[in-house]
Structures are given as structure tokens and as C-alpha cells.
């Protein structure tokens, strides 16, 4: 755990990425980091991205191959997201009548001994009814079957990406809860919070962009949050002003975090995911600080490396577009 910490990108190097004039001298810096393996003779954003991605995948695979019992199967309920982001991936190609071969493969993430789903016959599926019956067997098998049934119904590929989403984290929330009274202890506060901030993007999202009912995005929300619950929810579901019920509320910590004094621009649906995300990984610094023999410590790097991830892909964008420093920098979640 210490060695895989050590190895997150100081200050100076993400420094050295930001006055970068350009993506390639961004690669280039790149080049001096642990995840040189991955992006070397990449150009594309697209493939850089999945390519550091894979690189938070092999630090789960690592961390695996030190556990058992219990505590590894909740790290392995937390690597099938990437598994639930290769079906979805398969999902998209198949609805877009592409082959999945062709568009799908070269996004898979690599999985190793922890793949649970046939990739190679799943990615060979030509519709969703045959997709459905090779996956039937799986921990994915009935989520794919309640969302093709909803798509069916809806014709929408977000009722059906939904409806794997709540099955992948009904699966993780099992998992959680097979945990010792120990680790739950240190953890179950932490999980509360990413779901709350899950929670809260998915809402604003549901408003913003689908104009949901209340019934609908209580249909869609992860159980077990920690403030976004019972009577705080309806307040903010059935209100056309989220943020607003948060701060009349006073729903700690978020209508802090949420207030036009933040860092972060909240006036925009980016500028909110931004507080909440660098919420999420003050958070994760915190626990990184504390007992290392624990879940929670394990949940904290993970999140702090995606975040690190997040933050070399705005930079990279932001190169692309030819934005100024300042301009990416107030985009950014881990730069202090």
C-alpha cells in the first residue's frame, strides 16, 4: 500500500503537465511516471484514458493477490465496475447495430483471473436477446434482463444502463455487508458518502436533462446514502431547485460545499460535480492517513487514484483545446 501510494504524481509533476505547451510534452512528462507502460506511443485521447485506467486496474490486481476471505471479495465486488463498464460498452454496440468487435475490443479493460463475464463470446453477440442468454449465469444475468425489459419498454439505453448500475451496486452493498463490524466501522461512513454524491449528480442529471418526476429518479437512486435519504430526498426530488433545498436545509456537509463562496463555480452542473468530487477526495486523503491495515484505506487510494486519473485527462483535454493554464487549473480535482 505505501509502495502504491508513493507512486500518485507530486505537486511538481502535475505542475509540469499543467505549463506543458502542448500534448506532446505532456506525454512526454508522462513518460517519467508509473504509468509510462500504458500510454507509451499513445496519441489519442481516447486510448490514453482507458490506457490509465488500466493502470488503476492492475494496482486493484495487486492489492488482490495480498487478501483473502471477506475483504478480498469486496475488492473484487469493487473491480466489476470496470466488468459493468465493458458489458455497457457491448450494450451501446449492439443497440448501435456496430459490430462489438470492432468498436467494443479495442475499450475492453482487462480484467485477468477476475473477468466474470465472457468477454470474447460477449463481444461476438449480435442482439440483445442472445447477449442475455450467455451473460444469464453471471452476477450480471438479471440486472441485464430488468434493463433489456425496460429498454423494450422505453426504448432507452439509459433505463437499461441504469438498471446495471443499481444491480452493481446492490452486488458491492452485499459485499460491504459481509464485511467484519471492524472494517464496516471504518468504511460505512465513506461508502455513505460516495452514494450520496452519486446520488446527487444522478438527480441534477435527471432534472437538468430528462425532467424525471420524483417517482421516476426514486427509482433510480442507490439505497444507503449517508445525508441524501428519507426526508432530505423528497425535499430535494420534489423541489425544481436541488442545490437550493440543500442550503435551505442546511445538509451538512454539502450545503458548505455547495455555497457560492466554494472553489468550485456551483451556478453549473460541472462546477457542482467539481466540489463534490474534490469533497470525495479530501475525504479519501483523510482516511489514507489513518490505520492502513482497513478497507477504508483501500476504498481512500482507489478514489485518489482515479481522481489523479481524472485530473491528467482534463489536462490533456484542456492542452487539445488549447484552453490557458489557469482556465484547466480551475477544472482540476487533486491540484492543491
Known sequence: MRALKGRFLDQAKKESMLQSPDVASLISVLSQTD?????????????IEHALRQN?????????????????????????RFELINLKSIVRAIINQSNP??????????LGRY???????????????SLIGLLKHTPFGR?????????????????????????YYSALQKAFDSLSMLD??????????????????????????????PEQIYQ???PKGWKIKGHNF??????????????DNTIHPYSRILTPDAPSDVSSMIGVELALLRYLYGQSMKIMQGFPLRISSFIGFFIMKEMEIKDIMTILYGKSLDLSQDRIKSHLITFS
Open 35 to 47: 504509468y509510462w507502460d500504458q500510454v507509451q506511443n499513445l496519441t489519442d485521447p481516447q486510448q
Open 234 to 247: 423528497w425535499k430535494m426530488i420534489e423541489s425544481t431547485d436541488i442545490i437550493g433545498v440543500i442550503k
Open 101 to 110: 468487435v470492432e468498436t467494443s475490443s479495442p475499450f475492453i479493460f482487462s
Open 56 to 80: 488503476l486496474i492492475s494496482c486493484y490486481i495487486k492489492i488482490l493477490s495480498f487478501l483473502s476471505g471477506k475483504p478480498a471479495q469486496f475488492i473484487t465486488a469493487l473491480l466489476y
Open 115 to 129: 473477468h466474470i463475464i465472457p468477454i470474447e463470446k460477449a463481444l461476438e453477440a449480435r442482439d440483445l436477446e
Open 184 to 213: 464496516k466501522g471504518s468504511a460505512g461512513k465513506f461508502m455513505s458518502i460516495q452514494y450520496d454524491i452519486n446520488n446527487l449528480i444522478w438527480m441534477l442529471r435527471f432534472k437538468e436533462y430528462h425532467n424525471f418526476t
Open 143 to 167: 440486472s441485464l434482463e430488468t434493463g433489456y425489459q425496460q429498454y423494450e419498454a422505453k426504448k432507452s439505453l439509459m433505463a437499461l444502463e441504469i438498471a446495471l448500475d443499481l444491480g
Open 220 to 222: 433510480y437512486i442507490i
